[in-house]
């Protein structure tokens, strides 16, 4: 059984070291661990630093193309090279490498798809006080949204089977922590989280702006991953709103219509009725939505199958080597 370690590097050439020298050389029940760097348009001698230390491979963009499509660059070329599981871990040494063996371990005993390394967020010294609830508020509602429960969503410490891996599919470009989640927990594929440590900040993250970014771009993530996997409802919930204010209003029309003061209230009928219309409009998107959602379902299964041939037939090629 092989594993590859992948890091998203960017500019990572002073910390990249220090987190390579971490990661394990040997886990029981894995044969070989290789390791890989995507390298996501950085400027400085992030490359270099990964070579002379012996990465075993490199995926490099030109210019920097963000977190997310590091990620899935990243697995794709982990499957191409025969990885049975990938972990993904950060460049600048925030996770222990030796926790690696808590991650993959679940999924060798055939016990999970996909592992999340759970932080001590409440004890991380370089979490402010705000942060920390922004990381319980995000993993709460991405818990609701995906039907898991995973303790600590934004955690980008993680491991997946070589079928997860093939099935995942990232849309969003800025970051693939929440959205896959989301993907796997309506997919019912079999995610868990073990508690892991981290190391103490060696750089500030570089992954948002601003607080108010965060905010702003995880909760437009987890709103996108939602109405893809469950439109229907997302919808149903959207269009219930106007369509209830409506029918008050509609019923209150009734009432002073039928008491003979009707003609002074001309005009909660037209809103009502244009309530009612665009609650009603917003359910048949929700329909439309949910039938394009079984179509993509088909895609991504036509996807996966087109993936384990790929994956499979190198797997097969390299064995005749």
């Keep these: 059984m092989k594993l590859i370690i992948q890091i998203p590097c960017l500019n990572e050439a002073k910390t990249l070291e220090v987190a390579l020298n971490d990661l394990p050389k040997h886990i029981d029940g894995i044969d070989e661990i290789e390791y890989l760097i995507i390298n996501d348009g950085s400027t400085d001698n992030t490359v270099e630093v990964a070579k002379n230390w ?24 982990c499957l191409r090279n025969g990885a049975d599981i990938i972990v993904n871990t950060d460049a600048d040494n925030q996770y222990r490498g030796a926790d690696i063996e808590k991650l993959v371990r679940p999924i060798i005993d055939g016990k999970a798809e996909i592992v999340i390394g759970e932080r ?59 959205e896959t989640i989301v993907q796997a927990g309506r997919n019912r594929m079999a995610i868990t989280s073990v508690p892991i440590q981290t190391n103490p900040e060696l750089r500030k993250s570089r992954l948002f702006s601003s607080m108010g970014a965060y905010i702003k771009k995880s909760i437009l993530t987890i709103i996108r991953a939602f109405m893809m996997y469950k ?65 993509r379902k088909l895609l991504e299964d036509i996807q996966f199958r087109i993936r384990r041939m790929e994956v499979d037939g190198n797997k097969e090629k390299d064995e005749e080597k």
């Design 54 to 77: 012996g990465v075993n491979y490199v995926v490099s963009f030109v210019n920097n193309k963000g977190l997310a499509k590091g990620f899935t660059a990243g697995l794709d070329a």
């Design 231 to 295: 439109p229907l409802v997302f919808f149903s919930v959207l269009g219930a709103i106007p369509f209830v204010a409506g029918l008050a209003i509609m019923i209150r029309f009734l009432i002073y219509f039928f008491n003979g003061q009707g003609n002074g209230h001309i005009q909660s009928l037209v809103f009502a009725s244009t309530l009612l219309m665009l609650g009603f409009t917003t359910f048949v998107l929700g329909l439309q939505a949910d039938i394009i959602a079984a179509n």
């Design 120 to 178: 001590p967020i409440d004890t991380t010294e370089h979490f402010s006080p705000l942060k920390k609830k922004l990381q319980h508020l995000g993993s709460f509602v991405v818990r609701k949204a995906s039907a898991t429960d995973i303790p600590d969503a934004p955690s980008g410490f993680r491991a997946f089977s070589r079928e997860a891996a093939m099935r995942l599919n990232v849309i969003n470009n800025y970051t693939y922590t929440l």
